[in-house]
């Protein structure tokens, strides 16, 4: 075992996660856990960027590609679930991402409020150890939660928040 899996391992037996937790049940786990409002919303992403998380000390804000499968949503709100577990610094890529997506909405002030420096984005290539382990928490919790690997997590991810579309400016992508 090498020691991102022993340190997610670790980590994911202090959650406690309950085993009947469906992802709104996790996402509401971690938000306790971490202390920190949390919820997770569609966003219109970039093409290098599926997911990406905005955080402060009280609230986090996580943004997971809208146009994907539903199965991949959940993967990606897992990763970033794991960013925020983990407690992981942020990435210059999702500094990055965080500001041109910013440049997009059309009422900024609203999404201003969850923003701060603490931004993860999930990106091509899992060459940090941070990205690893955003993975590794994934892969663990999934195998944990039977719940995930059925139908309900499509249904947990429709249910998590409306989508941003209404304050993109019209005619955007
Ligand atoms: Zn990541």
């Not at 997506?101 to 941070?130: I, W």
Request: hydrophobic residues 40%.
């Amino acid at each position: 075992m090498n020691a991102v899996r022993r340190f997610c391992a670790r980590l994911v037996e202090e959650l406690q996660i309950p085993g009947d937790c469906d992802l709104d049940g996790l996402v509401q786990h971690i938000a306790r856990v971490t202390g920190r409002e949390l919820t997770a919303r569609p966003a219109p992403l970039g093409p290098r960027v599926s997911g990406l998380t905005l955080a402060t000390d009280t609230h986090g804000l996580i943004l997971y590609q809208r146009h994907t499968t539903v199965w991949h949503q959940t993967g990606i709100v897992l990763h970033e679930l794991g960013h925020l577990a983990c407690r992981h610094e942020s990435s210059p890529e999702a500094m990055v991402e965080a500001a041109r997506l910013l440049a997009q909405v059309t009422d900024p002030a609203q999404m201003a409020q969850h923003f701060s420096a603490g931004v993860h984005a999930r990106h091509h290539g899992y060459h940090k150890r941070a990205e690893l382990e955003a993975e590794e928490f994934a892969v663990q919790v999934t195998a944990r939660l039977p719940l995930l690997a059925v139908a309900g997590s499509s249904q947990a991810v429709d249910r998590l928040a409306p989508s941003l579309e209404h304050r993109r400016p019209s005619g955007a992508p």
